[in-house]
Each structure stands twice: as structure tokens, then as C-alpha cells.
């Protein structure tokens, strides 16, 4: 504790020499970040503008897309002026804000998810109830709590964390990670450690009712007639996709970052925590384009200008 000095700033010793390669980096991380704001932007727009998208899946994958776009602006912006320096130093400030807004990212994502999966579980498996249950005013409160929730978790998490002493400012990383900077502790870090635990296992109940929904959404495709399956699993198929490609990401980061295996190149490291800022944002809207025929029926018009046929009206758990 004597040796603890205040650290004003930390240095992201994962870039490296990148040498004249950095500006290759630059150019394709600034192409990718340009159309991953471009295609979630379009889709927020568009079912926003579009009344007949006012339903709840649609909503809730509204606040998925904007979602990504809080997630990818605490890294890309930050990342691609790094490029460009000479020396990847961030404040302290800005590193835990980087932080913030990343967690926030993340476990956002879980709780908009869950929202997500209880609107489908409603919808196909109480498909009668489906119009008093999922009341406009209920999905406010469901989406409101998605946000908040976890902003309350990351206050915490940043709270007990900012004020933990540091022998050291080298991160061994392409950004701010609460686990990397937590290790150039000076002092014994047990009871953070076991609060971000808490923070964390308060997230399991929603993954199990989420894994729960889908269960019992597959168990009544499975005992339906073949028409109703398909178009239940057509809605259902992209949040299965986005959610387990979320979560594939979330724990191989988990995994690398708190386990540490030694055996994984440094290359692998880096791709893998870059996986979350990569995959969700880019992968969601393109797979709910392709899938969802509502969706890609509304983006065909706005982009060809053509006049899309009569709609089809169907029953609420398998409209969408």
C-alpha cells in the first residue's frame, strides 16, 4: 500500500509497433465502424418511421440496434485516433468511462434479450393472451428496466472500483477492461472481485428465463402443424442467432480474460475481445434484414422505390 502511486493515466500496450500497418487498420476498422453506424441507424429509422413496425418485437429491436451503437461508440472513435498516435495513452477518466459505457453495452444487451424472449414466449406460447399481456404501457416498463438495470449494476461496479489504489498504467489490451485494470491493483482486490461476481450472477436468472422461453417456444413448434412452425420459428430464428452468438462471445472473453489460459497466442486474445464490439453490431441488423420478412420487405421499398403487395394478416404469435 506504500508503494501505491495515483495513476493519471494508463498506456494500452496491445497496439504494439504496428509500423506502416496501423494505417491499413485505420481503413478498414474506420469502413467497418461507418457501416456499422449506417445499417443500425437505418433499421432505428426505419421502424420508426414505419407505423405498421410499431409492434413490440419491433420496438425491442430498436433498442437492440441503439444499443450497438452505444456499444461501438465506446471503442471505435477511441481506437481509431490511437491508430494514428505515437503513444496509446487514455486518462484515467475517459478509461473508466470507457468502461462504463462498454458494461452498460454488455449487459444491456442481456436485458433487452430477455425482453425480447419474453415477448416471443408470449406471443407463441400464449398467443390468445398475447394482446392484453403485451400492452404498450408493459413494454415501456420492460425496456425501461432493460436500460436502467444495468446502468445501476455498472454504477456499482465503477464506484467500488475508482477508488482502488494502482501500482502500475500498462494495459494489456486494445482498451479500458475493468478485469485488466483491477490487476494492477496495489491492494487486495477480494471483496471487488466478489462484487462483480454478485453483479454478474444477478444476470443469471434472466439468461435461465431467457433459455427457458425458447425451451417451451420449441416444445409448442414441435406439437404444432407445420405452417405455425415455420412461421414461428422464422420470428424466432435471428433472436436464437443473436443470442447465442452473444453469448459464445461473452463467455470466450470471460474465459481468456479471468481464466488466462497461457497456451493462447496474444493474436487470439485480441480477437477475442473484440469479438463483442464486432459481431453483435455487425451481425443483428443483417440477420433480422435477411429473416424477418416484414423487415426486408420494408428495406426492398425503401431502397427500390417499388410498392410491396397487399399484407397479409396473421395471427399476433406468428404475424411478425
Partial sequence: ?????????????AFGDMGNNKYIYFVITLIGYLFIISVNS?????????????????????????NALLGTVSFYPSFLYHLLSDTQVISFEFCYTQIGVMYTYIMGEMTILTAMAYDRYVAIYL???????????????????????????????????????????????????KW?????????????????????????PLFSFTVYSYIKILM?????????????????????ISLISFYATVLSEIILSRLNPKNVSNIVRTITSLE???????????IYCLILPEIRKRVVKTFRGKQIGPKVIIPNATRH
Fill in 220 to 240: 409448442v413448434c414441435h406439437n404444432s402443424s407445420k405452417e405455425h412452425n415455420r412461421k414461428a420459428l422464422q420470428t424466432c430464428l435471428p433472436h436464437l
Fill in 127 to 177: 398467443p390468445l393472451k398475447y394482446n392484453t399481456v403485451m400492452t404498450c404501457t408493459k413494454l415501456y416498463k420492460l425496456l425501461l428496466a432493460a436500460w436502467i438495470y444495468p446502468v445501476v449494476m455498472v454504477s456499482f461496479l465503477i464506484i467500488f472500483s475508482v477508488s482502488v489504489p494502482l501500482c502500475g498504467n500498462q494495459i494489456n489490451k486494445l482498451y479500458c477492461y
Fill in 180 to 204: 485488466d485494470v483491477m490487476k494492477l491493483s496495489c491492494v487486495d482486490t477480494t471483496v471487488n472481485n466478489i462484487l462483480g461476481f454478485l453483479v454478474y450472477a444477478s444476470f443469471i
Fill in 1 to 13: 500500500m506504500e508503494n501505491a502511486s495515483h495513476v493519471s493515466s494508463f498506456t494500452l500496450i
Fill in 276 to 286: 463483442l464490439l464486432i459481431v453483435p453490431p455487425l451481425l443483428n441488423p443483417i
Fill in 42 to 66: 437505418c433499421f432505428i429509422l426505419l421502424i420508426i418511421l414505419q407505423k405498421s413496425l410499431h409492434e413490440p418485437m419491433y420496438i425491442c429491436l430498436c433498442n437492440l440496434f441503439m
